[in-house]
């Protein structure tokens, strides 16, 4: 079994910053990608930013210039610096793998449960 945990959620003004970490763990063989997703009240699911396991990064036009996605390949982790928040970033956040496990040999997408971010006027 594979699981996502994120870390780093909470409460922030407009113009604050917040970090997001997550780990994943389990019978991992590798990571591939790795992405952070996000979910307002009533609306979709959005990709927020993305990174390959070679470095190579992806942003929504709504957070470039403001979130930083980065990842450790030796310990399965990636996280999200976000700063000049804005009460529109307010959602759920979620951490999205492509893993490959060993028991049982599979490759599939994996998501953490969410970690909430609300920010304030």
């Known amino acids: 079994q594979v699981q996502l945990v994120e870390s780093g959620g909470g409460l922030v003004q407009a113009g604050g910053s917040l970090r997001l970490s997550c780990a994943a763990s389990g019978s991992i063989f590798s990571v591939s990608a790795m992405a952070w997703y996000r979910q307002a009240p009533g609306k979709q699911r959005e990709l927020v930013a993305d990174i390959t396991s070679a470095g190579s990064t992806n942003y929504a036009d709504s957070v470039k210039a403001r979130f930083t996605i980065s990842r450790d390949n030796a310990k399965n982790t990636v996280s999200l610096q976000m700063n000049s928040l804005k009460p529109e970033d307010t959602a759920v956040y979620y951490c999205?793998?492509?893993?490959?496990?060993?028991?049982?040999?599979?490759?599939?997408?994996?998501w953490g449960k969410g970690t909430l971010v609300t920010v304030s006027p």
């Open positions: 999205n793998a492509e893993i490959r496990t060993t028991i049982p040999v599979r490759f599939m997408d994996y």
